[in-house]
T-cell receptor, first 114, second 115 residues
Framework: AQSVTQLGSHVSVSEGALVLLRCNYS??????LFWYVQYPNQGLQLLLK??????LVKGINGFEAEFKKSETSFHLTKPSAHMSDAAEYFC????????????FGTGTRLTIIP | KAGVTQTPRYLIKTRGQQVTLSCSPI?????VSWYQQTPGQGLQFLFE???????NKGNFPGRFSGRQFSNSRSEMNVSTLELGDSALYLC??????????????FGEGSRLTVL
């Protein structure tokens, strides 16, 4: 079975500072990895995904993530935090090829300090 | 393009009752997945339907069931409700094709409270 671990259930950064949200995965096969964001009282929205190819993936709203196989990591970063980035972020791995079953991490709540 | 629509948004039930939640996917999407979100367990996969067939199932008891109609709309049902079923139930749709694996579009959810 595949799994993801998100380090830090709560992260606070100052506006304009670097955002770093950590995700490590466990997979016996090449993984499909995703970051989703959830704003209050809303569903989840896809930020970015890694399937194959380039290991540095760029997403929406200035976020990017780097797939590092040697470290089994897929950390999410943004150079400069904005107040609108305050939300909960979920890392996920596709359970198997060809269907839509995702295994999610427990989430990281990002707070932006003005 | 309309997004994923879930109804009802909020509902309150008592233990032992049953509930039916509805999900209308994005036009053209043939896959509908259901997830349960709770503070303690996080996001857990319930099941996925593709072209009216259950394609994948999570580890939930048989009280949780679903179906998909020919227009891709989906319903999930929970029978004999328990307090622990209180959660946000999220529906997600996608094309359901291998190249789109994991690109899910979520609705805003149905928040179920069991008293």
């Amino acid at each position: 079975a595949q799994s993801v671990t998100q380090l830090g259930s709560h992260v606070s950064v100052s506006e304009g500072a670097l955002v770093l949200l950590r995700c490590n995965y466990s997979s016996s096969v090449p993984p499909y990895l995703f970051w989703y964001v959830q704003y209050p009282n809303q569903g989840l929205q896809l930020l970015l995904k890694y399937t194959t190819g380039a290991t540095l993936v760029k997403g929406i709203n200035g976020f990017e993530a780097e797939f590092k196989k040697s470290e089994t990591s897929f950390h999410l970063t943004k150079p400069s935090a904005h107040m609108s980035d305050a939300a909960e972020y979920f890392c996920a791995v596709s359970d198997s090829f060809g269907n839509e079953k995702l295994t999610f991490g427990t989430g990281t709540r990002l707070t932006i300090i003005p | 393009k309309a997004g994923v629509t879930q109804t009802p948004r909020y509902l309150i039930k008592t233990r032992g009752q049953q509930v039916t939640l509805s999900c209308s996917p994005i036009s053209g999407h043939r896959s509908v997945s259901w997830y349960q979100q709770t503070p303690g367990q996080g996001l857990q996969f319930l099941f996925e339907y593709f072209s009216e067939t259950q394609r994948n199932k999570g580890n939930f008891p048989g009280r949780f069931s679903g179906r998909q109609f020919s227009n891709s709309r989906s319903e999930m049902n929970v029978s004999t409700l328990e307090l622990g079923d209180s959660a946000l139930y999220l529906c997600a749709s996608s094309h359901g094709l291998a190249r789109n694996t994991g690109e899910l579009f979520f609705g805003e959810g149905s928040r179920l409270t069991v008293l």
